[in-house]
């Protein structure tokens, strides 16, 4: 879960992230969904713990998810 984390912080945080995907050509609803899905998937297949610890160590993300 760490690396998914740091992963986060090197693009600035949930905000830069957001911003490198904008950027991407994604709009805000398409993130958010593609966030909802990968984190529903992530569920489905038996790693809800893990998911809701990335989700609580990154500020901001549950928002978003």
Avoid: C, H, W
Avoid at 5 to 34: E, H, P, R, T
């Amino acid at each position: 879960t760490g690396r998914v984390a740091y992963a986060v912080l090197q693009f600035g945080g949930v905000m830069g992230l957001g911003s490198k995907l904008m950027g991407m050509g994604l709009d805000m609803g398409q993130i958010s969904s593609v966030s909802k899905e990968t984190v529903g998937f992530a569920r489905e297949q038996g790693a809800g713990d893990a998911v809701d610890d990335i989700i609580n160590s990154i500020p901001g993300l549950s928002q978003f998810v």
